[in-house]
């Protein structure tokens, strides 16, 4: 049965995604879309700049060739003495009229627009375009003056308005010039409309110079003409003297539409008689991707609605898991630990799964461990309550529970044996309130610190007979151990000295040994010994991480506190993992407790972070089966058989041992150091996938 929030949930989230990946999809399309005009705006303003100059290129070309031809003709003309005989004896005789009527059959004869006739001095005889310009002087004109000095010219004539490409002549009778011919054509829109047809672009020819241009002939609108004479203008006024208004293919908007453009000056860049303007439009180079942009917008539009219910369908399928994970998850915070969640997905969604599955078992294991406590606590003994010597005069608060401690007046001795007495106070400090247990090195009391307002556990240390530096050592030792701070650690806060007992302080916790529920139920289950197995790794990579080796791991000195967590505790004979002083270890001095021992160590060996693995190994091998890797039955047999033999496989043991366990256990147990994990944390990576 589905929970029906979760419903909601999944449908609104499907929806969303829904909305988001086509939310995407329009995205994408319209930054394709948006690219492809953008991309297409811009080659298609390349394009139109580029072929403007061409264009320019192909009317100066063209240029160059009519004023040949008109040279041609004015030299054809001029080299006929008939031709040059009629015009001088019309002149003369001032028959204009004939002149006229010869000229207009010469026109028609060799094919230009029209003609003048000037004296030696440049003054207008007769001109076929304009009759009543007789007798005016064209010697300045500067196409004129070049012929007065050196016979001929050709090139372009600005008059009234209008240009003309022109060519100028002698008429030598004998090798005395007796006027000039002038033969040219006009530069008009059937001009203009030529150089269209050549040049495929359209064409404006401006006569005169900025500001005072006008359009002679036009392929275009007069209005379009009048915007380019404004925008010219405009170019002119914003030109730096040094650059010419003229220079490179440039954009202009002109009647509504975008064209790339480009200028050439007529004659004489420095003084011209006019321009040609050659415009090619945008829009025709930009169709094509406008074509490509309406395909992609259709095609996109078209995609999205056949998608759209397969797209719908696929999130809410991919959805799915997800919503049984969110049904398991609150099933979990009811307390249902025991689900099964499917992990085969290589995905996110099987990565999540993962995630679940361990975080479902770390509850499942924590679970278990916290029952295993609670049906041990009936056994377990109970703390050993404070006995002070004396009245109790003065309460002192510890977290929140009353402990009794006796007036300074009224204290029993000190020591007693060389201990500390119940209810006594060392160094006016530490206020003995129970004895917790006893080791090889000393016994372990329960005491009040009063400098810090806690309680703490204190355990006294036993002087090594005959080894003055023994002090020195262990101090060296509680340094390194306070560097290790992690929760699967008990701390270790200080060495102290008073009324000449030495001593360390640490963290106080209400637990257990592991030794003691090992010695109460056996092998612990399986989920709570891969709790404590993680605990431990988790609190030697700890150590190891600062540099600081263990060397005495074993089931005593693995502390379970209620919660289940599991704290590694009495570093007193830890000692650096590099660096090592001499001297610390004399030779066939033994440390630590044999049966956990690593071969190396028997041999005399200095300890190494995989000789902590072994010893870990030893201790993981007694939490899964109760027993130990050598059941020889003497100390020294164990010591020798660890040197020579392999361990017990803990299959025989305990058959139901999962084989990557049993595998990581041999592992750790390894006789060869280098066989072993190489650290800490290479330990917890395998122990990690192992789950209840």
Known sequence: MHDPGAVRWHRSLSVRMFALAAGVLVLALSGAIALTLGVGGRRATEAARRAAERAASVQVAFQRQGLAQLELIAQVFADNPANVAYVVQSRDSGDDGSLLDFLADRREALGFDFAIVLDPAGVVVTRTDNPAARGRDLSRQPLVATALESYHAAGFWADDGRLYRVAVTPLEVGYTPEGFLVVGFAL?????????????????????????????????????????????????????????????????????????????????????????????????ELRPFRSIGRSLLLGGIAALALAAAGLLHFTRRMLAPLAERSAAARRASQGEYDLVVATGREDEVGALARAFDRLLSDLRERRDTEDYLSQLARTLPAEPAATPSGSSSQQTQVKGSDISSPPLSARSPALSGGQPVVGSVLGERFEILSVLGAGGMGVVYKAFDRSLGEVVALKTVKSADGDDGWLQRLKDEIRLARKVTHPNVLRTYEFTEADGLAFITMEYVRGVT???????????????????????????????????????????????????????????????????????????????????????????????????????????????????????????????????????????????????LERLVLKCLARDPSQRYASASELLVDLEPLRA
Request: glycine share 8%; net charge negative.
């Open 188 to 284: 008009d829109d059937r001009f203009a409309t030529e150089l269209r047809q050549a040049s495929d672009a359209q064409v404006v020819v401006l006569a005169g110079e900025p500001p005072d241009l006008v359009v002679a002939a036009s392929t275009m609108t007069p209005e379009a003409g009048a915007a380019l004479i404004s925008v010219l203008e405009g170019r002119r006024a914003a030109s730096p003297p040094a650059t010419s208004w003229t220079e490179g293919p440039f954009e202009v908007d002109l009647a509504a539409e975008r064209f790339g453009a480009s200028i050439v000056p007529l004659g004489d860049p420095a003084n011209p008689a006019g321009f040609i303007a050659s415009l090619a439009a945008i829009a025709p």
């Open 514 to 660: 592991l030794r003691y529920l090992l010695s109460r139920s056996g092998r612990l289950p399986y989920s709570a010994g891969l709790r404590l197995a993680r605990d431990l790794c988790r609190g030697l990579e700890a150590a190891h991480a600062v540099g600081v080796l263990h060397r005495d791991i074993k089931p005593e000195n693995l502390l379970i506190e209620h919660s289940g967590n599991a704290k590694l505790m009495d570093f007193g004979l830890a000692r650096p993992v590099l660096r090592l002083e001499p001297g610390h270890t004399a030779a066939g001095e033994v440390l630590g407790t044999p049966d956990y021992f690593a071969p190396e160590q028997l041999r005399g060996e200095e300890a190494t972070v995989r000789s902590d693995l072994y010893s870990s190994g030893v201790v993981l091998y007694e939490i899964f089966t109760a027993q130990r890797p050598f059941p020889e039955r003497t100390t020294n047999e164990r010591m020798l058989a660890k040197l020579r033999d392999d361990p017990t496989p803990p299959s025989l043991h305990w058959q139901r041992i999962p084989p990557e």
